[in-house]
C-alpha cells in the first residue's frame, strides 16, 4: 500500500527540506516585495529589503502580518498577482469577528489539494477509498480542500458537506464510506446519530476520519474513535494560508506534520514577538513559501503550540506541531484565571459525560459568571434532585482542581443542547457585548 504521497518531499532529510525552503523563501520574498504594496511598506518601516534574506534563518527579519493587517487591507490589499489570475476565493469562517477573504490561483490550488491528499493518504486512503466530505462546502476552505485532495489520491468522493444527518447516514451505508471529513464535533453527532438508529460500531464500513477545523481533546478523539470504530486522524489549517492540509497527523497520532515544503512554521512569544526554540509553547507564524494569489510571510495565526522534530515512526520527516492548545483569543479570562475550553472538555469526557456542552460567561456586579451547560447520556439523567445534585458537585471540584476556579454546573437532560455541523459554538461569553 501507499504510504505517501509525495514520498520524495515528505521523507526528505532535514537538510533537503531546508535547501528547498531557502530557495523558495528568497524568490518568494522578492515576488511580495514587488506584488504587495501593503507588505513592501511594512518592509520599508522595519528596514528590510528583499536582499536581506538569504535563507529562511532571516525570516526572523521580516515584519508580521496579523488578522487586523488582512481586515484592514480587505478585500484586495494584500493580492500577490492580477485578479486575472485567480480563479477562486475562499474565506474564513469568521470565529473571531469579519471574514477574511483569501485568493487562489489555479497552482495554488493544486498546492493546496496536494496538502490535503498527503493527509489523505497519511489516514491511509487509496484510490480504493470511498471519502465522505461532510466538511461545509463553499467558502469555507473544509469541504473542498478534502474534496481536492481526495480527487488527487483517486478516492470515490461524496461532496456531501455539512448537514442532514440521515442522508449523511444513508450515503454512509449504502456508499460504504470508508473515510469520513467533517468537524470533530460533527464525527461525535454522526456517531451518537448511527447508534440512536440501532448501528453498531462495526456496521458501518469506516476505517478512518479526517477531523479538524476546531480544536478537540485526546479524549474527544477516544470518544469518536469508539463510537464510529474507527482511527480519527487530526488536521489542521487556516484559510490564509490555504485551509485544511497545511498539516496532518500519520498513524503515530501524536501530532501533525507541517508541509514545511510549503509552509515555514515558527513560533514566538506571543507578548514579544521573539522566535521560540523548538518545544516551547507559544504562537504559530506561518510563512507560505510559493503562494501566488494571496502569499503571506509571517502571518500570526493566534494559535498555540509546540514545534518538535522527534523522528517519526511513520518516516516523514516534517516538523512537527502538537494540537493548538487554544486559540490565544478564545482562551477567556474569568475572575483572573485563565481558562481554554479544550480544558473544560477534557475533564467533561473523563468524568463520562458526552461532549455536548456550553460554556457562558457574564459580568454581573462587576464580577464574572461563569456557567458550563452539560448535557447528560439518558443513563445519567435522573428525576431524583439529590442525585443530579451529587453529580453536579463532583464535576465542579473535578474542574476546580483542573481550572483553579469552579464554574455553576448545570446538568441538562439528553439532547438539549443544539448540535454542531460545523465549528461547534462552546463558548458564549456576554461580556464583550457590554
Ligand atoms: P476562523 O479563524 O474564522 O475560524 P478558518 O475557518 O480559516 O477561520 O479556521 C482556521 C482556524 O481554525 C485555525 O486558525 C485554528 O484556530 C482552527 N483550527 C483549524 N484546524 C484545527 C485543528 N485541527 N485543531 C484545532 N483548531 C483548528
Ligand atoms: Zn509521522
Known sequence: MKRYYQPEVETASYEEIRQIQNEKIVKQVRYVYENVPYYRNLMEKKGV??????????????????????REAYPYGLLGTDLKNCVRIQS????????????????????????????????????????????????????????????KVGCLTLPMSSGNTDRQIQFMMDLQSTILCCTPSYAAYIGESLAEQGYKPEDNKLKAGIFGAEPWTEEMRQEIEKSLGIKAYDIYGLTETSGPGVAFECEEQTGMHINEDHFYAEVIDPKTGEV?????????????????????????????????????????????????????????????????????????????????????????????????????????????IADMQAKEKKLNLAMRSMLGIGPKIHLVAPKTIARSEGKAVRVIDKRKLH
Not at 529589503?49 to 488582512?70: C, E, G, Q
Not at 477534557?346 to 456557567?371: C, H, M
Open 276 to 384: 521560540l526554540p523548538d518545544g516551547e509553547k507559544g504562537e504559530l507564524v506561518f510563512t507560505s513559501l510559493d503562494k501566488e494569489g494571496f502569499p503571506l510571510l509571517r502571518y500570526r495565526t493566534k494559535d498555540i503550540c509546540i514545534l518538535s522534530r522527534k523522528k517519526c515512526s511513520c518516516g516523514r520527516t516534517h516538523v512537527k506541531m502538537t494540537k493548538p492548545l487554544g486559540r490565544s483569543d478564545d482562551m477567556m479570562i474569568i475572575r483572573g484565571v485563565n481558562v481554554f475550553p479544550s480544558q473544560i472538555e477534557a475533564v467533561l469526557l473523563k468524568e463520562g459525560y458526552p461532549p455536548n456542552y456550553q460554556i457562558v460567561v457574564d459580568r454581573v456586579n462587576n464580577s464574572d459568571t461563569f456557567d458550563i451547560y452539560v448535557e447528560c447520556t439518558p443513563a445519567m439523567f435522573s428525576d431524583i
Open 92 to 151: 474564513t469562517s469568521g470565529t473571531t469577528g469579519k471574514r477574511v477573504v483569501a485568493f487562489y490561483t489555479q497552482k495554488d490550488i493544486d498546492m493546496w489539494e496536494e496538502c490535503c491528499a498527503r493527509a489523505i493518504v497519511a489516514a491511509g486512503g487509496t484510490e480504493e477509498d470511498v471519502v465522505q466530505v461532510c466538511y461545509g462546502y463553499g467558502l469555507f476552505t473544509g469541504g473542498p480542500g478534502l474534496n481536492g485532495g481526495s480527487h
Open 49 to 70: 529589503t528583499p536582499d536581506d534574506i538569504k535563507s529562511v534563518d532571516d525570516i526572523k527579519k521580516l515584519p508580521f502580518l496579523s488578522k487586523d493587517d488582512l
